[in-house]
T-cell receptor, first 112, second 112 residues
Framework: GENVEQHPSTLSVQEGDSAVIKCTYS??????FPWYKQELGKRPQLIID?????GEKKDQRIAVTLNKTAKHFSLHITETQPEDSAVYFC???????????FGKGTKLTVNP | SQTIHQWPATLVQPVGSPLSLECTVE??????LYWYRQAAGRGLQLLFY??????ISSEVPQNLSASRPQDRQFILSSKKLLLSDSGFYLC???????????FGQGTRLTVV
């Protein structure tokens, strides 16, 4: 089955710095890799996703990179702002199934 | 547009009591449905997922069960709650494999 490892578990940066969160997955058949943001007391929401036919995707200050050979993908946030403070989750489906497995989350704190 | 409803928002139950959490989705048909549990400071643990009525996969052996009596209704139940069942329970849906998952508001369950 799919196993998703996420690092670091906590990350503290100064406003304006970049933040990088990394995930590895085990199922080589996985082909969809979403990232979710969960603000305190709220539900997780998708912020960006990438499919296995591309290596990088950007949306303003957020980017995701994928290395299928190494089975890892990363979330990059540039010019961080205090409102970026939240818990971020990566996820990957067990290849060929609807089973969506999440990492354990990264608590990002952006200090003003 | 599609919406997901999950209730109740908070629940305090004594040990040994039964549990029933309900989730319904509107505006779509034959969604994939999920139940996740989020313990304090931890990640999203997949409990059950369903690709259709009476098609439910259980991911973690425990005293919880799930049912899908209607296409857009997903119910999480327990006959006798344990202290360890406390946590934040999230229902989610997706249209199909490898697409965005939309989460409900969550239920904060405290077993006392």
């Amino acid at each position: 089955g799919e196993n998703v490892e996420q690092h670091p578990s906590t990350l503290s940066v100064q406003e304006g710095d970049s933040a990088v969160i990394k995930c590895t997955y085990s199922d080589s058949a996985s082909n969809y890799f979403p990232w979710y943001k969960q603000e305190l007391g709220k539900r997780p929401q998708l912020i960006i996703d990438i499919r296995s036919n591309v290596g990088e995707k950007k949306d303003q200050r957020i980017a995701v990179t994928l290395n299928k050979t190494a089975k890892h993908f990363s979330l990059h946030i540039t010019e961080t702002q205090p409102e970026d403070s939240a818990v971020y989750f990566c996820a990957a489906p067990q290849g060929g199934s609807e089973k969506l497995v999440f990492g354990k989350g990264t608590k990002l704190t952006v200090n003003p | 547009s599609q919406t997901i409803h999950q209730w109740p928002a908070t629940l305090v139950q004594p040990v040994g009591s039964p549990l029933s959490l309900e989730c319904t989705v509107e505006g779509t048909s034959n969604p994939n449905l999920y139940w996740y549990r989020q313990a304090a400071g931890r990640g999203l643990q997949l409990l059950f997922y369903s690709i259709g009525i009476d098609q439910i996969s259980s991911e973690v052996p425990q005293n919880l069960s799930a049912s899908r009596p209607q296409d857009r209704q997903f119910i999480l139940s327990s006959k006798k709650l344990l202290l360890s069942d406390s946590g934040f329970y999230l229902c989610a849906w997706s249209r199909q494999i490898n697409t965005e998952a939309f989460f409900g508001q969550g239920t904060r369950l405290t077993v006392v």
